[in-house]
Each structure stands twice: as structure tokens, then as C-alpha cells.
């Protein structure tokens, strides 16, 4: 049986991306967007503007992991309404069961993850002569 085929199991699916989506947009919504602001006034001395620059960068760099996330969450409920929900899009075979229920927005199958994960590293790997 194929995961689209367990309907059960897309609905609980459904159900926790909905509720994933939810709690992310929410974390979004409640964060001031006065973290992201550099006073002027206050900033007294380099130092202090150093860890200002660098608390931004690490603000910047949250927020757009969150936003990523939410929108592997949103092409996954777009998956389960088109049917194409728990197929790797690489193999089309079946993702894992298991695997979906970690992670609910996998895209790829375990053995099409870990190759993308090698042809990655080998890109970045530096050539030897």
C-alpha cells in the first residue's frame, strides 16, 4: 500500500503540516520587527556595533530558515491535495513511511537524499591533482 493509498495516515499528516504551517506563522507574526532595527543613538562604540551587525545577521539568518521551512510545508500540503504526496520527486518510487513522519515535508526518498548529499559534497570537496 502506497502512503497516498492510507488515507489515515494523510489526514494525520495533513493535520500535523497544518499545524506545523500554524505555529510557524504565528512564531513569525509575534516577532518585532524591532530586532531587525540598528538605533543609531544608541550605539556608543564599534564593539557595540559589531555584536549589533552580527545579531542581525543571526536574526536574518532565523527568519529565513523559518520561511524555508514554511514553504517545504506549503509545497507538501500542495503535494497532498495533487495526489503527488509521499513520492520522491527524483525516483517517483515511495518515500519511506517513517521518513514522512520525521520529516513531514521530505521531498526525496532516504537513498535519493543521501546521493544528492554525495554529488553535493563532491562539488565542494576541493580537486587534488
Known amino acids: 500500500m502506497t ?10 499528516q495533513k493535520e500535523h503540516l497544518l499545524k506545523l504551517r500554524n505555529d510557524l506563522l504565528n512564531a513569525i507574526k509575534y516577532k518585532s ?13 564599534d564593539g557595540d556595533q559589531a555584536q549589533t551587525y552580527i545579531n542581525q545577521n543571526v536574526t536574518f539568518g532565523l527568519r529565513e530558515r523559518e520561511l524555508s521551512r514554511l ?34 515535508w521530505a521531498r526525496l526518498s532516504i537513498a535519493a537524499a543521501e546521493e544528492k548529499e554525495r554529488e553535493q559534497y563532491n562539488l565542494r570537496k576541493p580537486k587534488t591533482i
Open 3 to 12: 502512503v497516498m493509498e492510507d488515507t489515515s495516515f494523510i489526514v494525520r
Open 33 to 45: 520587527t524591532e530586532d531587525l532595527h540598528i538605533p543609531s543613538d544608541e550605539i556608543v562604540e
Open 71 to 104: 514553504r517545504e510545508i506549503e509545497s507538501a500540503l500542495l503535494r497532498i491535495e495533487n495526489g503527488s504526496y509521499g513520492f520522491c520527486e527524483e525516483t517517483d518510487e515511495p518515500i519511506e513511511k517513517k521518513r514522512l513522519e520525521k520529516v513531514p
